[in-house]
């Protein structure tokens, strides 16, 4: 029995190196994605999670056609088209009528077709399956190196910048009274988040990586109401989904991407229903 079970949950990262390769990236961008999707929640900025993980699309598209899997080329590309998209709402929500829900759901699905009609005309079919959905399971060591520094670099940036990012979630006008500027802390912030999503583009796709930033973050939020243990409840439950749903995508040969967010949806569902039982 016991024998049985090891080979079920250890074995397959034991005897296969992709599989351990892919179970450190998993890893990796739960550390970083897990805490950012926190913020992104208790900022009300849900919403700007979903239009960068579309609207960096069209600049993924472009660097992969010309690097490939350059995985730096591939994060400036993001980055460049996620501050368009970013900038062509803010200046529409202020030029305009629209709300900025309505010009980001606008922009974002715009930049979503443009990525999705130059991969499809210039990258084939296969390109554009890589880069939405991902292939957790072909990650190389150079992917895993730039997904590890990545990580490094969130949780770092995140621990310096940590005060100043909650300050302006909860009280704005404290941060105006000290003379905290929050256009730089924003910026730094929307720039983790996009970074993180391109460095999940390789494991789970630009449609898939916004899930495992925000699905075990909204989790958290309903198991706790205490900050601190909610990031910790976030990366946690990360972990977890990402382990099982590797585990569930080789026995099964399924998806990986796709397995593993649904795993995360599981947990969100069954939290749903014990939060709404304690209730």
């Not at 079970?5 to 179970?23: C, E, G, N, T």
């Amino acid at each position: 029995m016991i024998d049985s079970f090891l080979s079920l949950v250890i074995a397959p990262f034991q005897d296969y190196v992709f599989m351990r390769y892919a179970l450190i990236a998993c890893l990796g961008i739960s550390l970083s994605s897990a805490p950012l999707g926190v913020i992104l929640i208790q900022r009300r900025m849900s919403l700007m999670g979903e239009a960068l993980s579309h609207g960096i699309l069209p600049g993924i598209a472009v660097a992969y056609l010309w690097g490939g899997m350059w995985l730096p080329g591939l994060t400036f590309g993001g980055i460049i088209a996620g501050l368009i998209v970013t900038l062509l709402s803010h200046t529409t929500t202020r030029k305009t009528i629209l709300n900025e829900d309505a010009s980001f759901s606008s922009f974002y699905i715009i930049a979503l077709a443009i990525g999705i009609l130059i991969l499809s005309l210039k990258g084939g079919n296969m390109n554009l399956l890589h880069l939405l959905f991902g292939n957790v399971l072909a990650v190389d060591s150079n992917s895993l190196l730039f997904i590890i520094s990545m990580t490094s670099l969130t949780l770092i940036l995140l621990i310096l910048l940590y005060r100043p990012l909650i300050y302006d979630c909860f009280d704005p006008l404290f941060m105006q009274s000290v003379g905290l500027k929050s256009i730089y802390y924003n910026t730094i912030f929307l720039t983790l988040i996009v970074c993180n999503l391109v460095s999940g583009c390789q494991t789970l796709g630009t449609l898939m990586a916004l899930g495992i930033m925000m699905v075990p973050a909204v989790t958290a939020r309903l198991l706790s109401k205490r900050l601190f243990p909610i990031f910790i409840i976030s990366i946690v439950l990360a972990i977890v989904s990402s382990y099982i749903g590797l585990l569930l995508s080789f026995h099964f040969n399924w998806p990986s991407g796709p397995t593993i967010i649904l795993t995360a949806g599981v947990i969100y569902f069954i939290t749903i229903i014990y939060s709404s039982f304690k209730q």
